[in-house]
C-alpha cells in the first residue's frame, strides 16, 4: 500500500518561496535490533536522496537527534550544507541500546532548540519533523503535552510507528492534523520503504498555489 504525505503551505493565498528545515528523531532504545536500525538509517538516507539540501534560502537542511532514556544531537541543520556531508553523518549514526523511550525529553529539544537560528533554522523556513519510534513513550502525558507545544510553534509531525507494540492514539496525538496524512504504522523494519522521485527539487517549483510541496511516499505493507 502506499501513502502519500503532502504539506501546502500558503501565505495570502500564494506560496513563498521559501526552504525546509527538516529534524528527523529517531529512536534508538535497545528494542531495536542493530540491524533494524541500520534499515532506519537508510530510509532517512532515502528521504534526504529527494530533496535539495544546501545553503541557499530555498534549499532544505537537515539535522538529526536520536532519543532513548535520553537524547543525543547527531548534528544540527547549520551543521551540514551539502547532500554528500548530510548522507555521510547519518550513515555514522551509532545505535545507542538505551533502556527507554523518552519521546518528550526529545520533543522539548526539538522545539526549543533545534530550529533556533543559532543552530541553524530559520525563521521563515517550513519547520518539518519525522519521528520513528518502536513503542509506548515513558510518560504519555508528558509527550503528548511536548508534541503540542511544537506545533503551536509550527513545527509540522509526522510519525512512524514500527512493530507490534505501539500506541497508536498516542502517535497520533504527536502528528499533525489530519492524522491520516501524516502517521503511519508498519510491521518491521523490513517495511520501510525509500521515497521515490516525487519530492520537488527545491522549495519552488510547480504552480503559484502548489509550491512548497512535500510528496513523501513510503511503501508500507501494513501487517494487520
Partial sequence: MVFLCTILVLVNGQAPCKGIDLVFL????????APDF?????????IV??????????DTRVGVVTFAQTFWTQFYLRSYPDKRRVKTAIRYIKHRNGYRTNTAGALKFLYSYMYDP??????NATHVAIIITDGRSQNRESTLEAA????????????IGVGKFLDLEELEGIGSDPTGQHVFTVG?????????????????????????????IFHFHLVH
Avoid: H
Fill in 148 to 159: 503540542r507545544i511544537a506545533k503551536a510553534k509550527g513545527i509540522k509531525i509526522f510519525t
Fill in 26 to 33: 529517531l529512536d534508538t532504545s535497545r528494542s531495536i535490533w
Fill in 49 to 58: 536522496d529527494e530533496f535539495k539540501i544546501g545553503p541557499d534560502l530555498q
Fill in 188 to 216: 518491521s523494519y523490513s517495511e520501510l520503504g525509500g521515497i521515490k522521485d516525487k519530492l520537488p527539487s527545491n522549495a519552488c517549483e510547480g504552480k503559484t498555489y502548489f509550491y512548497l510541496i512535500i510528496m513523501i
Fill in 38 to 46: 541500520e534499515k532506519q538509517l537508510r530510509f532517512v538516507e532515502g
Fill in 118 to 123: 543559532r543552530t541553524g533554522g530559520r525563521p
